[in-house]
């Protein structure tokens, strides 16, 4: 440890008690190296401070506490290194941390073994694997049971955040496999969240750069990720409120979705924007362009599956008309051939611009349909049902019933 210059005022320490008491501490330009050399059972801090002691065993008393009033430390520059484990490619390493310029400002600090409680009015740094915060306050508590932070705001080149988090760990080793061994409890107010931040942490999101708009109540792990009074915007037109549960984060097309929507509202392109995995390959997804001639869709109702395969049932709006749909889909990852299978009615919806064919007006239907192919305008679908309205070059005919196969 080294400091250009440290300043304590108002100090005073208590053997008995092991109580040290500081009114006001600053330091600049300070440097502290933390190393664990390869095999070896401690860090060089812990066998320094066994080093000064007496060697007596016997019982040491309570452990010490340190508490000060305030505190203001710039520049500061911490590492810490395990030789024993290998460094690894992308995101931060909790075996490996080098956080430089880093400034800390607070008061009632509270120091007991390796639990802190502070309450931080600023705190900025860089970190070796690229991630920069540049401001968090907040009321914060650290150790290796977890990091709680109430009433945090925080903000970095990307992102902007506020609200009351949680991470909960056995230990401080549970962080290298933050996606499925950190649990965490998150209630954001309206807040800018970036995928680039994220992956910082989660290594399997390298290359996914999404913003989005994020308010509600989420706990569970990244990989067990579970959300209550949600509200999330994205894109042009995005937005979804209601409740989420996604279980095989960060891998989208393993991931099982259930979807509670109050409201969702889209429209082709921001789905199209959506990168696919692994998201280093730049890849988006695949929508039929047909689509676009919905216009935005408004859907109310549920989803539960995976992006490739699942049922959805509800109400979807869009500049055709409406439709009631129980509908289960499934595409194929490597033909891209898919299967529509489910109820499908409407009171008057305008196929004609959705298969680009203008022979086609108004539809009422209450049909169940089996449709399969590469695209809307391509598919072969068996139908059975009623038609109580069908527009034909503008010539409206009533009174159909369906049963057989539509090319």
Known sequence: FAAGRLKVDRW????????????????????????????????????????????????????????????????????????????????????????????????????IDDSVRAQLDHVAFKERSGLVLDHMDGNAQVSGRGIIV?????????????????????????YDRFTDAVDFDLALDTSKVCSRDIAFFAPPLEG??????????????????????VD??????????????????????????ILDIDRLTTVRSDIASLPIAPFTSGEHMQVPAELEALGPIVFRGNFTGFINSFTAFGRASSDLGILRADISFDRDTISRVFELEGELATDG?????????????????????????????????????KVPMLTVNDHVVSGIRLNGRLE
């Open 232 to 257: 999330i915007g994205y894109g042009r037109e995005t937005r979804f409120t209601g409740s989420i549960e996604m279980n095989g984060l960060p891998v989208i097309a393993n991931t099982f979705i």
């Open 349 to 385: 919806f305008d196929p004609g611009p959705l298969l680009r064919d203008p022979t086609l007006g108004p539809i009422a239907c209450d049909l169940r349909l089996h449709a399969k192919g590469n695209d809307l305008a391509s598919m072969r679908a068996d139908l059975d049902g």
């Open 12 to 111: 005073r320490v208590h053997p008995r008690s092991h109580h040290v008491s500081v009114g006001a501490l600053f330091m600049r330009d300070a440097r502290f190296r933390l190393d664990r050399p390869g095999g070896a059972a401690h860090s060089n801090l812990t066998d320094w401070i066994a080093a000064l002691g007496s060697g007596d065993t016997t019982a040491s008393g309570p452990p010490w506490v340190i508490q000060c009033r305030t505190f203001d430390i710039q520049r500061f520059h911490f590492s810490y290194d395990d030789h024993g484990e290998g460094q690894i490619p992308y995101g931060v390493d909790f075996d490996h941390v080098d956080v430089h310029h880093a400034d800390v400002r607070g008061r009632d600090l509270v120091v």
């Open 150 to 174: 109430d009433g945090l705001q925080m903000v970095t080149p990307n992102s902007a955040v506020r609200g009351d988090l949680a991470f909960r760990t056995m230990d401080w080793s549970d």
């Open 208 to 229: 996914l750069d999404v913003t989005m708009e994020v308010r509600g109540d989420y706990h569970g792990t990244v990989a067990d990720l579970k959300g209550r009074n």
